[in-house]
């Protein structure tokens, strides 16, 4: 059974950072590209960030581009995402998810992932 587990969330003041963390069992991690995405609320989920399977490739959502950075460990079978500088509006539930195939490069749609995480909480106040 493919897990995937979030983790770092909080509440920070605008202009502070966090770490959020995704570990993945069940599947094996180096194999996938991943990808982060967020919920807030009354809202669509949007795309955030994904990084190909051999972290080739990464690619960003516009809004957060330049402030937030997505990277792998695949020791520890653990998606990162460091959110720096960060902004009210960047206050959602945040998700990671795995792709459906494997060794693939990063993807935006969300219909290529076919496992995600529970979310967690980032709450960013001004």
């Known amino acids: 059974q493919v897990q995937l587990v979030e983790s770092g969330g909080g509440l920070v003041q605008a202009g502070g950072s966090l770490r959020l963390s995704c570990v993945v069992s069940?599947?094996?991690?180096?194999?996938?590209?991943m990808g982060w995405f967020r919920q807030a609320p009354g809202k669509e989920r949007e795309f955030v960030a994904s990084?190909?399977?051999?972290?080739?490739?990464?690619f960003y959502g516009n809004s957060v581009r330049g402030r937030f950075t997505i990277s792998r460990d695949n020791a520890k079978n653990t998606l990162y995402l460091q959110m720096n500088d960060l902004k009210p509006e960047d206050t959602a539930l945040y998700y990671c998810?795995?792709?459906?195939?494997?060794?693939?490069?990063?993807?935006?749609?969300?219909?290529?992932?076919?496992?995600w995480g529970q979310g967690t909480q980032v709450t960013v106040s001004s």
């Open positions: 998810a795995i792709r459906r195939d494997i060794y693939t490069a990063w993807a935006i749609e969300q219909i290529l992932y076919d496992y």
């Open positions: 069940g599947r094996t991690f180096s194999w996938y590209a």
């Open positions: 990084i190909a399977w051999n972290a080739g490739s990464l």
